[in-house]
């Protein structure tokens, strides 16, 4: 059954840029009030003042920052009605020559990240009988080289969502997990720039695994799901496949196809993030800047909210 967006009040994390941000615009136009989460604070405040929404610079990984967001959100609207848990990174390298420290972070702001949210949300979603989307990935079926983490992150915020469905569903609450494949925004765009190998991979790949789906187009279904309260969400749609084959993805057999590739990308990859020097993307915000002491819920109410 569809749900009309008209006055519910949205909450989604990463909204600074990329599905984020045009799930906000999106959801904002079907009349959703928005509270916009994320770390760049230039760009939320810029996205804010354009929708008429609430927003806050805080670090998924923090829960004090989290908890404080939602007290303002809480402060503007009263309630949260839904949540986009969006928030995600893709670090480079393998986890042979990575940076361990920028490996670590894609899974503590991908799983943990979206577990901190999940706390931080899950009591005024219990009051509202609300909607929580969590952002996976096609990845959370299937794994390539170079992208160990973010793979690991993706599968286990898939389990962690079908858990937390289980355990909210006697208070109302839906919870849907989203499984994009390639969408055109800055953290993938930022990986084929940054290494010539990984969009070489990519161009070998079969539909639905190596193309490439709007942002656009991406919003619209994390919309539909906000409206329709899905319980799954696949973008492309035929990523659907990867959903129900993914034993044969992960056979010895798809394992040795991918194999004899990763003989030649593997070292290549590995190369070309030694000569990139940095463990993110040029449009990746890791952490907030600055100090990382969150700011007392009362100070953001007053700065964030009219």
């Given amino acids: 059954m569809k749900r009309s967006l008209s ?17 906000a615009r999106l959801a904002a136009a079907r009349g959703a009030k928005l509270a916009l989460v994320g770390l760049e604070p230039d760009r939320l405040r810029a996205l804010a003042e354009e929708l008429d929404a609430a927003w806050f610079a805080a670090d998924v990984t923090d829960q004090a920052s989290m908890a404080a967001a939602v007290e303002g959100v809480l402060a503007k609207y009263g309630r949260i009605d839904a949540v986009v848990a969006n928030a995600g990174v893709a670090s480079r390298g393998t986890m042979a020559t990575g940076d361990v ?8 702001v991908n799983l943990v990240g979206v577990m901190r949210t999940a706390a931080a949300c ?8 609300g909607y929580l989307l969590i952002v996976a990935s096609a990845a959370s079926f299937a794994a390539l080289p170079g992208m160990a983490p973010y793979c690991a992150s993706k599968a286990g915020v898939e389990h962690f969502g079908n858990a937390v469905r289980l355990e909210v569903a006697h208070h109302g609450v839906a919870v849907g997990t989203a499984h994009p494949s390639w969408i055109d925004t800055d953290l993938v ?14 161009r070998r790949l079969p539909p639905p695994m190596g193309s490439t789906t709007s942002v656009e187009r991406c919003a619209a279904a994390f919309v539909d799901a906000l ?20 034993t044969l993805l ?21 190369e070309q993030v030694r000569t ?11 952490r907030l800047p600055g100090p990382a002491e969150p700011e007392p819920p009362s100070f953001i109410a007053n700065r964030y909210h009219r």
């Fill in 227 to 246: 409206e329709r309260r899905r319980r799954k969400v696949f973008v492309p749609r035929s990523v659907f496949l990867m959903y129900w084959f993914r």
């Fill in 122 to 129: 899950l009591p005024h979603l219990i009051a509202s009988r």
């Fill in 250 to 270: 992960n056979s010895r057999l798809a394992e040795r196809v991918v194999e004899a590739q990763a003989r030649r990308s593997v070292p290549l990859m590995e």
């Fill in 7 to 23: 006055g519910q009040v949205v909450l989604v994390t990463g909204a600074a840029r990329g599905i984020g941000e045009h799930t």
């Fill in 276 to 286: 990139l020097g940095r463990g993110f993307g040029a449009n990746t915000a890791p």
């Fill in 101 to 108: 420290e920028a490996l670590v972070r894609t899974v503590e």
């Fill in 189 to 202: 765009r930022d990986a084929k720039d940054d290494l010539p190998a990984f969009k070489d991979t990519l």
